[in-house]
């Protein structure tokens, strides 16, 4: 699977736009791009899915440019409660490998 | 259906002691995995289950770690014989059959070696 570079952390205010990038330069033609949500204590939640431009969900949007070597996640006006570790894996969503290999995340902190 | 529940969610043991944690995944999912987490790190993958079949363990899971999932419903990760080093937070996740989308992880259990 292809390996990801993200950030370590992020920080931000309440109300502001919060882009987190990622990099996968080995990102195979089959591959999607995934990230997910984790608080403290609890297991990671899908946010959202892509393989190619740009994909919205009442959550986030990831534009993904055209060469798919990077991505990046787009959360709109943050609020404390985004504060959490995000996580960008690639790979073909499970489907034939059957299994997400995590990094180790961007930890954001959103600040009043 | 709540989503994919783990028990018990906290658990203190001391060193030797074995220790079994249970993964009740979504009804319909027939997909199973557990992941071990430490501390700032990301979820390591420790095994995969279709249905009743264990499909593939990682380098990870030593012989003191064993992994079930009888009737393809729920499943137990045992570990025996208990060492500091396995203090971690054990999280499972389900999907169903080609799943291009997310996972859904539980909560996960909380193992402390003491």
């Known amino acids: 699977l292809a390996k990801t570079t993200q950030p370590i952390s992020m920080d931000s205010y309440e109300g502001q736009e919060v882009n987190i990038t990622c990099s996968h330069n080995?990102?195979?033609?089959?591959?999607?791009i995934t990230w997910y949500q984790q608080f403290p204590s609890q297991g990671p939640r899908f946010i959202i899915q892509?393989?190619?431009t740009k994909v919205t969900n009442e959550v986030a949007s990831l534009f993904i440019p055209a060469d798919r070597k990077s991505s990046t996640l787009s959360l709109p006006r943050v609020s404390l409660s985004d504060t959490a570790v995000y996580y960008c894996?690639?790979?073909?969503?499970?489907?034939?490998?059957?299994?997400?290999?995590f990094g180790t995340g961007t930890l954001l902190a959103v600040q009043p | 259906d709540t989503g994919v529940s783990q028990d018990p969610r906290h658990k203190i043991t001391k060193r030797g002691q074995n220790v079994t944690f249970r993964c009740d995944p979504i009804?319909?999912?027939?997909?199973l995995y557990w992941y071990r987490q430490t501390l700032g790190q990301g979820p390591e993958f420790l095994t995969y289950?279709?249905?009743?079949?264990?499909?593939?363990k990682s380098r990870l899971l030593s012989d003191r770690f064993s992994a079930e999932r009888p009737k393809g419903s729920f499943s137990t990760l045992e570990i025996q014989r208990t060492e500091q080093g396995d203090s971690a937070m054990y999280l499972c996740?389900?999907?169903?059959?080609?799943?291009?989308?997310?996972?859904?992880f539980g909560s996960g259990t909380r193992l402390t070696v003491v």
């Open positions: 894996l690639v790979g073909d969503g499970g489907g034939a490998t059957n299994k997400l290999i």
């Open positions: 009804s319909e999912h027939n997909r």
């Open positions: 892509g393989y190619k």
């Open positions: 289950f279709q249905n009743e079949a264990q499909l593939e």
């Open positions: 080995n990102i195979a033609t089959n591959d999607y």
């Open positions: 996740a389900s999907s169903p059959s080609g799943a291009r989308y997310g996972y859904t």
